[in-house]
């Protein structure tokens, strides 16, 4: 059984990564690229799915921590008969990943034991294990080729590759696991202790840019850290998380695959690397944004993969029982094709932020932009699946049409600040239609609040958002009053629900956790109501469920005190990001992207 998922670390090398639990067992890891089918996907299953355990042999007391501003992750184990450190690490070595563990003995005499099980297909393929040139392992299964590389002897039993040894004080005991395609010649051995130095020098020095947010500084750089490994260094697309199905809910149906890139999480990502000093970065995720939606607007997709690949075939695996029995295990992604409006918003959103940092000149992009704009046009109107990828009926969701109004507004400024060319009469009204209606059907008089979506009673915390993207000032009575009932209704054990799943029809199983950009979107809100105490409350208590590396998942059971849904998450880190800087900075992120021209008599 897999551990509890605040139990693992995450270590990469922005390619791919691992999870390695506490008790020194990588239960994730996928060969390539983290859309890769996994070789170890314990964590999906049991360990005859493939898990790599390094451990002692007797009890042992369980510490770790990343080495300062680094992805190096070191566990502590304290026996009766001495301590070590497990080392982990993926070197950043080149086209193909490594990863490297080394056992230093800190006192003592420790006897250690490892268990390499190796699954190719995500824990489907027993591989052909041999033993070639000076003790290497090679394991091989079509495509996918491992190489084992250490000192210690290892021998198969049971189809599983094992191994005693004793580490003494002093003592570090290496091992290396290479992954290459199987056609290719075996690479050469490296020095394991030289790519720990090279490593730790990278991490430390890409960590040193990273802008002071105050009190929250450690928490703002370890996020940084986080998002920096869940990019995949070839594009700068940025993965929303490196897991696939771990479950919304324990024991439940809400398990998706996270490992593309999502639109949605554009303009939050370029502004949060910005007031984090990451401009390269923020660059790097524009120019793939650029490449990914290049092409008709009408086949605009609300996710890619990290390449900008359109085809994510969502397909169910059997074989696998799930995260604590949470099934069915899901690869690939059918939200993919689904009409979801508020990605032209955030595409004009993120555009708009990055002309104004001087990240792109002023055209780069706009034919494009012109060219979704005007498919937007004639399709503003229709039903979607809204922001949480609904899988039901097609619906008017109020978030998905204000974000329709940021597309008209963000084009509208970039052309009257920047000299772009475009028809600025046909979007002013646009825009004021847009508002005219989302004001009319999306707001309930009887609740004082804007609803999830026209005709509807239920709320959302999407709704949140209306101020913080400009849409109306927080001034506004509507704008208090939708605050007042998500307060009221979605807020609870003090974490902001997503919706309420026993009300709301989503066409899956009710129950959930608290879906933790929520909480983060509500401090936001307080800071521009001005309630900077409320703000930090919330925070605060946002940041106690971090597990001690600093982690955050999608979601968090507050009944269960866990932690669920995909891990880390890139949204819940980028979230966290941007609210330590708007609670710590004058200039801060919800500010500048709210501002907006409220000069309008209608709104």
């Not at 270590?11 to 390539?32: E, M, Q, Y």
């Not at 409006?341 to 955030?346: P, R, S």
Request: charged share 25%; hydrophobic share 40%.
């Amino acid at each position: 059984m897999a551990a509890r998922i605040e139990d693992y670390g995450l270590i990469g090398d922005c390619r791919t990564a691992a999870l390695v639990g506490r008790d020194g067992s990588i239960d994730w890891f996928c060969c390539r690229r983290f859309d890769s089918e996994a070789c170890f996907a314990a964590l999906l299953g049991s360990r005859e799915h493939g898990r790599w355990l390094i451990a002692p042999q007797g009890e042992a007391r369980i510490t770790r921590h990343y080495r300062p501003d680094t992805l190096v992750l070191e566990t502590n184990f304290e026996t009766a008969d001495g301590a070590v450190t497990l080392i982990d690490f993926m070197p950043m070595r080149g086209r193909h990943s490594s990863i490297v563990r080394l056992v230093k003995g800190i006192s003592g005499k420790v006897r250690m034991r490892t268990e390499l099980i190796l699954r190719f297909g995500y824990g489907a393929i027993v591989p052909w294990v041999t033993r070639v040139e000076n003790g290497t392992l090679r394991a091989i299964a079509g495509p996918d080729m491992v190489l084992v590389r250490s000192p210690v002897h290892l021998r198969g039993k049971d189809m599983t590759t094992v191994g005693e040894f004793t580490v003494d004080q002093d003592e570090t005991v290496p091992f290396v696991l290479n992954t290459l395609p199987s056609h290719r010649p075996l690479d050469e051995p490296f020095d394991p202790m030289r790519a720990l130095a090279d490593t730790e020098t990278f991490w430390r020095d890409w960590s040193a840019k990273c802008r002071p947010a105050g009190s929250w500084s450690d928490a703002v750089k370890r996020s940084m850290i986080t998002l920096k490994a869940l990019t995949y260094a070839p594009t700068g697309g940025m993965v929303a998380a490196p897991t696939s199905s771990l479950p919304e809910c324990l024991g439940g149906t809400r398990n998706w695959d996270y490992r593309f890139c999502w639109l949605r999480d554009a303009t939050l990502v370029l502004l949060g690397a910005m007031h984090a000093g990451y401009f390269e970065e923020a660059q790097a995720w524009r120019e793939w944004l650029l490449r990914a939606v290049a092409g008709s607007p009408r086949q605009l997709q609300i996710m890619y993969g990290i390449a900008g690949e359109r085809r994510l075939a969502e397909w169910e695996a059997p074989w696998l029982p799930g995260y604590e029995q949470s099934a069915p295990v899901r690869f690939g992604n059918a939200a993919h094709g689904q009409l979801q409006l508020d990605v032209f918003g955030e595409i004009m959103d993120v555009h708009h932020q990055a002309r104004r940092a001087g990240l792109s000149t002023n055209e780069s992009g706009w034919e494009m932009q012109l060219a979704a704009l005007d498919h937007l046009k004639k399709i503003w109107r229709k039903p979607d699946h809204g922001i949480w990828e609904n899988r039901g009926e097609p619906q008017h969701f109020t978030h998905s049409k204000v974000m329709a109004w940021v597309a008209f507004d963000r084009a509208i400024k970039s052309a009257e600040m920047f000299g772009l060319e475009g028809p600025l009469d046909d979007w002013r009204k646009l825009r004021e239609e847009i508002c005219d209606e989302v004001c009319k059907c999306g707001f309930d008089g009887e609740q004082e609040s804007f609803v999830q979506a026209y005709k509807s009673k239920h709320l959302d915390a999407s709704l949140l958002l209306i101020p913080l993207v400009g849409f109306l000032p927080i001034s506004d009575p509507r704008v208090k009053g939708t605050i007042a009932a998500v307060e009221k209704r979605l807020l609870r054990d003090g974490f902001v629900m997503r919706y309420d799943t026993n009300e709301v029809d989503d066409t899956l199983p009710a129950g959930e956790g608290a879906f933790l950009a929520c909480s983060f979107w509500l401090s936001d809100a307080y800071t521009l109501q001005s309630r900077a105490a409320d703000a930090e409350r919330i925070f605060r208590r946002l940041l106690s469920l971090r597990n001690e590396l600093g982690l955050l998942s999608e979601e968090y059971d507050p009944r269960a005190k866990r932690l669920v849904g995909n891990f880390p998450q890139a949204f819940s880190h980028v979230a966290l990001i941007n609210c330590a800087y708007n609670l710590s900075r004058e200039e801060k992120p919800v500010e500048r992207r709210a501002q907006a021209d409220y000069s309008s008599p209608k709104r």
